[in-house]
């Protein structure tokens, strides 16, 4: 999940840079010019100097004691975050996951279009979705990613076909996968898995529950 | 999120001791009497020490050179995530990602129950659910969290929507709650919050695409 140009970025401070850039485009759209790290960091709970670090990884923004501009910073997080372009995401899984994220539209915005939708299921093959998607066999990955140009592959099928479905997401050149269903999943080492793990979100609160 | 009794645990380290334990399960379940942190480190690409690490928050397991018993270590992970009891669940949106969570049964399994739903919408309050859930309004929570002894609170509803029902969440006494949409959420310093943020994902990614 590093840049080759750039020091090596933690993920955390990439997840709290979407933070930053969804608060400064709040800001933007009220109209504010200037930001302080202070306030960045007020927002979130967080302490200046961790949001001051967050953006140093990119160069220098802003001055000391003026505070950062709220629209240049803006374009360069979005620059940074790959969000400057729209990206074409291929969704395996026509199930409840599978169809509420497609139907999830605040992603949208922010350029993330699922192009293709996916299922092993010959009874969902077929069956017309909003915004001109069908539903394809799993046979078909390869050809919609290569004749979309989509880049990215989400991960929404019961936990034992999981391997199947990021294997032929990779298969079709995909580097970058989300993937919903919890236990194991191995992608080649060129390949970023993220994993939105809600057993594991639900752990980490009834581990919370059990010890405090 | 951490324990008093015990040392502070990176929040990590708890999203690991999660996937461990669901590996240790399907081991188990398959018979297998012990395993090396080597063999657990492999399953997710750490390094042995890291595993070691992670497992010696909670005091000392296995012997080395022997491997840790695979039971054993199966039982200690599930206490210490609180999984040896059952979390009743209170939802708060019954649109399409709140309505997948409810179906979504991987995690009623680990023992977590979406026991009551809620929604803003009065065209959707009196919609009967599957295991005799019905959709209650938002006025309701308060009542139905101490009826039911529910801890958990999940908030499923539009960003707008989501500070006011993480807030009333938080009033009925709830002190656990997974956030589903982007933006904003502030909750009282007692109060566990997780945001389970799509696009920070799907952005982490665009970020390791656009920059590798």
Same mark, same amino acid.
């Given at each position: 999940?590093?840049?080759?140009?750039?020091?090596?970025?933690?993920?955390?401070?990439?997840?709290?840079?979407?933070?930053?850039?969804?608060?400064?485009?709040?800001?933007?759209?009220?109209?504010?010019?200037?930001?302080?790290?202070?306030?960045?960091?007020?927002?979130?709970?967080?302490?200046?100097?961790?949001?001051?670090?967050?953006?140093?990884?990119?160069?220098?923004?802003?001055?000391?004691?003026?505070?950062?501009?709220? %629209?240049?910073?803006?374009? =360069? @997080? #979005?620059?940074?975050?790959?969000?400057?372009?729209?990206? !074409? +995401?291929?969704?395996?899984? /026509?199930?409840?996951?599978?169809?509420?994220?497609?139907?999830?539209?605040?992603?949208?915005?922010?350029?993330?279009?699922?192009?293709?939708?996916?299922?092993?299921?010959? %009874?969902?093959?077929?069956? =017309? @979705? #909003?915004?001109?998607?069908?539903?394809?066999?799993?046979? !078909? +990955?390869?050809?919609?990613? /290569?004749?979309?140009?989509?880049?990215?592959?989400?991960?929404?099928?019961?936990?034992?076909?999981?391997?199947?479905?990021?294997?032929?997401?990779?298969?079709?050149?995909?580097?970058?996968?989300?993937?919903?269903?919890?236990?194991?999943?191995?992608?080649?080492?060129?390949?970023?898995?993220?994993?939105?793990?809600?057993?594991?979100?639900?752990?980490?609160?009834?581990?919370?529950?059990?010890?405090?």
């Amino acid at each position: 999940m590093s840049g080759k140009q750039r020091a090596k970025i933690p993920e955390p401070a990439i997840r709290r840079l979407s933070f930053y850039r969804r608060h400064l485009a709040d800001l933007a759209a009220l109209g504010v010019a200037t930001i302080s790290s202070r306030e960045i960091a007020q927002v979130y709970g967080l302490e200046p100097f961790q949001v001051r670090k967050d953006l140093s990884y990119f160069g220098s923004f802003g001055r000391r004691g003026r505070g950062y501009p709220v %629209r240049t910073l803006l374009r =360069r @997080l #979005e620059r940074i975050l790959g969000l400057d372009r729209r990206w !074409r +995401i291929a969704l395996v899984g /026509a199930g409840n996951i599978g169809m509420a994220l497609f139907r999830y539209a605040e992603y949208r915005r922010q350029g993330f279009e699922i192009a293709a939708v996916f299922d092993a299921d010959p %009874r969902k093959i077929g069956t =017309r @979705l #909003e915004h001109g998607v069908t539903v394809q066999p799993m046979e !078909r +990955i390869g050809a919609a990613v /290569a004749e979309l140009g989509i880049r990215i592959g989400i991960v929404a099928v019961p936990p034992g076909a999981a391997q199947q479905a990021a294997e032929a997401l990779a298969a079709a050149g995909i580097k970058a996968i989300l993937s919903f269903p919890g236990g194991q999943v191995l992608v080649p080492k060129d390949v970023a898995l993220r994993r939105v793990n809600l057993e594991a979100d639900l752990e980490a609160l009834s581990y919370f529950l059990a010890n405090k």
